[in-house]
């Protein structure tokens, strides 16, 4: 139940702000230099227990490459009603997306985890590329990715 209660103020907080307590926060994300494609990204949160929650944004616009974002792919199944409306374009190499989502505030400093799965055109997967932990505390320190990823913060 305490799952499905997250998932429901995930899902307010991103579609009816007014309805749930949430707060803008700002994810930045840097891409390495690798010289190929630009890369997929898939935002999603898991809760405590590490059980799928919710897709926050998914960059990347053609649904033939999601499977490539594996470890959302699995956990969705690859359902694209996870992500309408919710896209935008592949980020290129060496540059930087930053977005501004309402974030439910019971997502906060209660175990959920942020994850980035990654993925580019001819070049290795990197599932669960970022992981951290959707905490105060944690508001604008810099993350490492593993593979694609150079940097990565959120600010609230």
């Not at 959920?112 to 001819?122: Q, V």
């Amino acid at each position: 139940m305490k799952s499905v209660l997250a998932m429901l103020a995930l899902t307010s907080a991103l579609t009816l702000p007014g309805l749930a307590a949430a707060r803008p926060v700002t994810f930045t994300t840097t891409l390495n230099a690798y010289g190929g494609n630009g890369a997929y990204l898939a935002f999603y949160v898991t809760d405590p227990a590490g059980a799928y929650v919710g897709s926050l944004w998914m960059a990347g616009g053609k649904s033939k490459y999601y499977e490539h974002l594996s470890d959302w792919y699995q956990a969705t199944g690859g359902d694209t009603a996870q992500i309408n409306g919710i896209t935008g374009a592949s980020v290129g190499s060496g540059r930087t997306l930053k977005i501004t989502l309402d974030l439910a505030d019971t997502l906060l400093d209660a175990g959920y985890t942020l994850h980035i799965d990654a993925a580019a055109e001819n070049m290795r997967d990197s599932p669960n590329e970022v992981a951290v932990p959707l905490t105060a505390a944690g508001a604008g320190k810099p993350n490492a990715g593993r593979r694609y990823v150079s940097s990565f913060s959120y600010q609230m």
